[in-house]
């Protein structure tokens, strides 16, 4: 099984700040997931990669597969960002999805 | 609208009463899955379905059943369900494996 951890659990800024969020895992994967829930629990996937960088916005993400970590960045940072941000890798043998215990972000005016 | 619908959305019952969610995507996806999510365990895989009459069991798979009979509905069935069902339950869809997943709104479930 593959092993995800985040870092950190727990994030407060102020807004206009850069962001990172960290996730590592422990098997080598093919794919990673960064997904976004608002309070209220809706969930939306944000990026999925393979390899390199995506940008969305004033949202990145990157991931070095040879060291098994990603990170999610954010840009200019807003109340409205306020989130759990929660990343998930697949396993190079399967096709089931093992998820991080998320990162919840408070962006404060 | 593209969409992941899960019905109910809350839903309370008694131990041992069998129940079932459903689940239906309209985007034609063939990879469909249902997850749970309870605090301080985030989400976990419970099956999954790479297409039609294709299903395999995912983390946490004991206690739940599913079936995927036709390729937009992907239904969860609690047989007998206990307590510790009591969670936040999710279903998704994606073209396959390989793509982002497509979330629905999640069912409420709480396990008297």
């Known amino acids: 099984k593959n092993e995800v951890e985040q870092s950190p659990q727990n994030l407060t800024a102020q807004e206009g700040e850069f962001i990172t969020i960290n996730c590592s895992y422990s098997v080598g994967i093919s794919a990673l997931h960064w997904l976004q829930q608002h309070p209220g629990g809706g969930i939306v996937s944000l990026f999925m990669?393979?390899?390199g960088k995506k940008k969305h916005g004033r949202l990145i993400a990157t991931i070095n597969i040879q060291e098994k970590h990603s990170s999610l960045h954010i840009t200019a940072s807003h109340p409205r960002d306020s989130a759990v941000y929660i990343c998930?890798?697949?396993?190079?043998?399967?096709?089931?999805?093992?998820f991080g215990k998320g990162t919840s972000l408070l962006v404060t005016p | 609208e593209a969409q992941v619908t899960q019905n109910p959305r809350y839903l309370i019952t008694v131990t041992g009463k069998k129940l079932t969610v459903t689940c239906s995507q309209n985007?034609?996806?063939?990879?469909m899955s249902w997850y749970r999510q309870d605090p301080g365990l985030g989400l976990r895989q419970i099956y999954y379905s790479m297409n039609v009459e294709v299903t395999d069991k995912g983390d946490v798979p004991e206690g739940y059943k599913v079936s995927r009979k036709e390729k937009r509905n992907f239904p969860l069935i609690l047989e007998s369900p206990s307590p510790n069902q009591t969670s936040l339950y999710f279903c998704a869809s994606s073209p396959s494996f390989q793509n982002e997943q497509f979330f629905g709104p999640g069912t409420r479930l709480t396990v008297l």
């Open positions: 990669l393979s390899s």
């Open positions: 998930a890798g697949d396993s190079n043998s399967g096709y089931a999805l093992n």
């Open positions: 985007m034609n996806h063939e990879y």
